[in-house]
């Protein structure tokens, strides 16, 4: 049992967030979550990019074609990451500027999510891998055509020495203390989480009787 | 075989919106939903009373108590409906205030969508159809417990006469013709149908290349 | 559509309780429910009878077989009801000492829970409704094999005019208004949802810091 | 709500069993069960046709061709009945031969099960209705494709004026009462019920004991 | 329990099919289906439509919009079907040119399919039934968001008197007896139904060594 | 293949339970687990900590905020236990007086439970490993939003070697013989497992009517 | 990538078959298989251990209790296999007359099934494999409680190296060829596999008919 | 973590595919997909064999048993791939000329897709793996009883270092760049994923307008 496991645990300075393929047209490909509960996923995983000021790149497979442009809300919480359109790479981790982007981060650590899991995130995780890279797979920010398509691409990762994470974790990992900014994560919580939105309009309610 | 079937649609001039107890504390009890498709549905519902302009009344059930406060989106989107918050009454329509408010809608048809299905929605629904109300139930905007309440109150209330219906058949029925407001229509999907935006981004992107 | 439709609701005065072969060996045969979310909804409704005083009347099959002897529990919360222990009649209403206890409490609102539910539950509510009753299915204190055994019996029942409830919709129809006992209520609903006492835990924490 | 319900329950002297195509082609078409599962079904309701000696019919529909012999275990079981090999109508009911057979029985109670669902098993249902026969389906022992096709046959045969009913809620139906002939009924539950079988055995196990 | 039922049975020189909006883009809304089986169930009914001589009328909804064209398959096995592409009736019943193109086609069985279930399938199907047409809707061939919307949909239409059905069952209450066709019919399956297919090779292999 | 195991099982002398994070407001947003079922697993838990005398530590998150109070029935259970109110750490081990509790327990083997899985329980459990812990996560009393959650939490955490095991594999792996204390063990189960219940009162009812 | 990795396939004169608590009370906690199926899959694995002449060895915990009796059939199976009767120990592997009537076999790869599979199952798996056993773990033999204390032990034992198998796996490995005993593996097969016995019986048929 | 992790992706050059025992016997026992989405699987699996270009070999089991032959569609697509019938082996791998077949093909990469997953999948994956090839499993296109025997071999060949993959992600992983031949690709999966279809008639309808 592994007595040499290191925990590399994901750490601002260190982190940097994929958004690999999340397009219009490959969206209409996800059938393994609710569509609502996807989108909610995809964009509480920018929010967290946002909100812990990861380097962050945006990239898309052959947007001029039947997959579509990436869904404008990406690029509208991004405006400024660099945004690599390729021009036909399947492997993100096979475009050139893509690497480059990456390498500029300076960052170890890699956080990937995007449509399909075991294409577009599961290709350049196992890329970056190889390279030496820590890898974070953000699970429910990725989508695939079913749950035997996910679970093949999350076995596979696995054994490559990926670690699966959602985006709650992700930011909690992040994050590390409450007292680092209360409110910021109350408020990414709020945004993203039903009912923890309910928990804290049940609290100040109360509290704010008194 | 029902040869005196009379289709009673959904009718804009006809039709009034009671959104009972989507309070915070009552949320926590919804397990039949994913919370964010839930809450989506929930604020799609609303939408459509908004943009159908349908006399809607607000209900709330011991809000003082843990039930706690309607969620503060509905209050926003209706500021000014009636807003009946019912001191003990179970069935919203043992109250009177509401009953009258009901009635002063003037409407026959009446929409109800509430938590939790098998009692908010439920016990006024039979009540309504009693009184000679015809009563659409908005299923995918009202949650219960498990999927067992869930079928349970449905059958109940499909044995009483009720009309099961969701948020986007109701919003179609009520729509009738795309042509009577294509913009505002497509609005409403596209905030509420991930789907659906994505088709209307990739329509208009690619017909703006033209 | 139902322009006739009397809604008939559950009456304190009105309705009696029938738990019908919630014995030891026959709880083995259940697996449409988790073990203890079932157990939960059968002591859930025994506290339903208890607290609204409802005419409980507790009836076995063959008891000294395998089918083992009703679960002490609900002796334990009924020990002066009318306990009929049938030597052989599967129907329950079939026994005339059944019927009879039945026939005594006046009520012609009968609620039914049981194990199995096409079988215990079943039978006697055909042969109750037969006979003018207004029967009320308890669908989540009631048990079976599997989904295919459960849905096929619900279905039978409804189309012969039971009703179909949950022992949450069985006690807020009965209690019709929070203000009949608010403390009362919230204790049945706290020993019984874990999710509303956390809400009531919360609220009380936070009002009592006042 | 059904004032005027008659419950006609099954009754030895006045229920006949139709076995309609359950053939060695067409059980590779079934996939709304486990195979082990459905098979004991199928085999179950053909114990009770024994148990309580029902008239029972046997029938198939072009057994020559890619939907191949009845399972031996049927005929085996009932090796003098009348078996109706039907050289092309799908409908067993439009089978002259059959329907006489049916009525030869005396019976105006029909038990069905049957291969597939919304075929073998609607359709006979149906046509029997419109006679005048009281219909009982027996849907653990009916196989279908999928759980779209067996919710959709149910609901079409519900409708319609069909009980639905499983195995074990038809022998329990049928016997009345334990007393009529405990070890009988006992034997044909311990051979298809294996929690009842464990039941059992705990039970003797310990009372030899004494 | 009706003793007054008529099973009037579809049949082919009584029924016409309506495919109701089977455009590109709203297939992918459907997700209550994996998408290479529903696809293969909107071809099957198609097929049916072709092999039994239905009259058969395509409609679309606001094609030049995001709905998107009609599949182009379906164009091509109905080249000289009527095909109404409305304008912006979202019931496709509100059409005249459609209603009149029914009505031409002298039947008074409708057999419904379409996206997405509740609107596209409901709403004409609850108008066609209030004119004293039967209506059928096929089940498996009409797609929508999810379970929810889908058994909403299949309860409101159930309770205003339209038949379920699956094309499977469609095609057999068409055919009646195998020796109208026996080539006919088994093509028909063998390119739908995987398993028949299989059965079918088997068959012919075993008997063609003879 | 592992040719090196070491199976080092639970023992008591040398295992200590860290329950994290079970708040009532947490407990809001599991969704993995009916809430009833996941309640008794908790307290399963517990009482197997006390059971079995293991050194227990209790913690929360920012309990004077949404999250809330621990639930009561844990603080009842272990009223000496030590008890860390994190003001802010995310991850249990990173605020000094837990680890320091746990260190004074002097046991190497770590049992952690709590909410949500993939944070409260997996972060205190990397951490754990990485300091030479070996780390037993008991997943059913670990809740967390949705199954993709609670899948990606198992297996990042199997990866860095943790052993998931349940509240009864961990009951049954400390206690090692039943005869150690046949009632002690007895009454634990019955008081959990409902069916495990049902067979002591069959046992008992049997043996005691010799 | 495992280049290292050796297949050591189960081999007949290698293999010891372990039985491990299939008592009649504990099948009653069993819940994550359809009790017909579960039962199939058991008795196919005795008949696979019977028709393979492996060393068997049958063992019970704590028989004289509520969890009662070995099933009869498996005693009926191997009538003169060791059986041990362990009067307390939890895992079989810390009872000496076990072990040691598994070392007396010779055999150094042990195929093991059990109830319930987290601990009757697991506890000894996990022994074996530290002592330098291959183990085999059938999991389709061996039951528990919910899907989540599968999984958890199907993790907890593929972590320590234990190779997780079906029975039909296990089946096909042993007997490598089907020629060496084609009618044997054939029998074997249609009588736990009935989609293989309709296979079988198509087959015949057909070829008979020559 | 793995920092020797080495990303051995597909390759065209390298790689052979293996189709095992697609029989049309054997595909009656799958019951882990949906017929018509399994059969698609399988033959996009040969669809891609063929567009690659990959060397491919089929092979069955006893064929002239009820096992039956290999479905046509596969010897029609590669009508001169070698095809090993074995004459019993079930391990297609003990057949010396499927493996001399194997050899010949220069690669070292095998991509493996077959019926049933455990055996005739999982067999030859774990004896390639021991004699040095990376094996690739297709997940997808291969199919089993249940989701139980499909975990189980799925958990036991990724411990022994199989890779799983599905249709799609191998097609990605050999294609590299849609820039190799975008309308090949583009084709590819127009034909074996509906709604990708969809993305491109779309597309091609509205540039087309241009």
């Given at each position: 049992m592994s007595t040499s496991f290191k925990y590399n645990r994901l750490s601002k300075g260190d982190a940097a967030l994929l958004l690999v393929d999340h397009q219009v047209g490959l969206f209409s490909l996800v059938q393994d979550f609710p569509p609502s509960e996807f989108k909610n996923n995809v964009l509480a995983v920018a929010a967290c990019g946002k909100y812990f000021n990861l380097p962050t790149i945006l990239t898309t497979s052959f947007e001029n074609g039947p997959n579509g442009p990436l869904v404008p809300e990406l690029k509208e919480i991004f405006p400024n990451a660099p945004y690599i359109a390729r021009p036909g790479n399947i492997?993100?981790?096979?475009?050139?500027?893509?690497?480059?982007?990456?390498?500029?981060?300076?960052?170890?650590?890699?956080?990937?999510?995007?449509?399909?899991?075991?294409?577009?995130?599961a290709f350049p995780a196992l890329s970056a891998i190889?390279?030496?890279?820590?890898?974070?797979?953000?699970?429910?920010?990725?989508?695939?055509?079913?749950?035997?398509?996910?679970?093949?691409?999350?076995?596979?990762?696995?054994?490559?020495?990926?670690?699966?994470?959602?985006?709650?974790?992700?930011?909690?990992?992040?994050?590390?203390?409450?007292?680092?900014?209360?409110?910021?994560?109350?408020?990414?919580?709020?945004?993203?989480?039903?009912?923890?939105?309910?928990?804290?309009?049940?609290?100040?309610?109360?509290?704010?009787?008194?």
């Open positions: 492997n993100a981790w096979d475009n050139e500027d893509f690497v480059s982007a990456v390498k500029k981060t300076g960052c170890k650590q890699l956080i990937i999510a995007g449509i399909v899991t075991e294409v577009c995130v190889e390279e030496g890279y820590e890898v974070f797979v953000v699970t429910d920010a990725s989508g695939t055509f079913n749950d035997v398509t996910r679970h093949t691409a999350w076995l596979r990762m696995q054994a490559a020495g990926a670690q699966l994470i959602n985006w709650f974790g992700m930011a909690c990992e992040l994050h590390r203390d409450w007292r680092n900014d209360i409110e910021g994560l109350g408020t990414l919580f709020s945004n993203h989480i039903p009912n923890y939105r309910n928990l804290m309009t049940s609290y100040f309610t109360l509290t704010a009787q008194k």
